[in-house]
């Protein structure tokens, strides 16, 4: 095993543990930071890659955006966020089996597939990573779909944070 498998070994057992720990959280500022954790834990992903682009647009537009968006949406309702509700519900053993099953299946059907194992052909030298990319990102057989699904995904998150913040009307 190489560095660098260990390396990405380590990064996606804190990104499954991280995961874990912020679906299974009730107090919602724990589970924000989890979320942040997760988030990173991609970003490093990203670096293992030699991507450092997009390692440092998850950074900055996940963590530096949503997530933060999403802390202060909770700073700033008047929910319940010290961590008293109850995190699991009735069906939480169901889920847990659905997933473990689920996950197995795709355990299996990655064992079966002959490409799991081929590695990824080398880039060229004189390969620019950010023009084409940016090339990419706007060209309709490029990335310009995604892109669009990002930024409302963005403004989504915006809406429903000014939402959540908004103070109660009278007749609520």
């Known amino acids: 095993m190489t560095v660098e498998q260990g390396i990405f070994l380590f990064i996606g057992f804190v990104i499954l ?6 679906v299974t959280r009730s107090n919602l500022i724990h589970a924000a930071l989890y979320l942040v954790l997760v988030l990173f834990g991609v970003a490093v992903l990203f670096v293992l890659l030699d ?3 997009l390692a440092v647009v998850q950074i900055i537009v996940y963590i530096g955006a949503i997530a933060i968006l999403m802390i202060f949406a909770v700073m700033l309702t008047r929910g319940n966020v010290t961590g008293e509700a109850i995190s ?3 069906v939480f053993g169901w889920g847990l089996l659905l997933c473990s099953l689920f996950g197995f299946a795709l355990i299996i059907m990655l064992g079966q597939w ?7 052909p080398a880039l060229p030298a004189n390969w620019n990573e950010v023009s084409e990319l940016g090339v990419a990102l706007v060209s309709p057989q490029g990335y310009v779909i995604p892109f669009e699904v990002a930024s409302v995904l963005l403004l ?11 103070p109660p009307q009278k007749d609520e």
């Open 51 to 53: 991507a450092g682009f």
């Open 114 to 120: 002959p490409g799991a194992a081929a590695l990824a």
């Open 156 to 166: 989504a998150a915006l809406i429903g944070a000014i939402v959540v913040a908004r």
């Open 88 to 90: 699991m519900n009735s």
């Open 17 to 22: 543990f991280s995961a874990f720990m912020m």
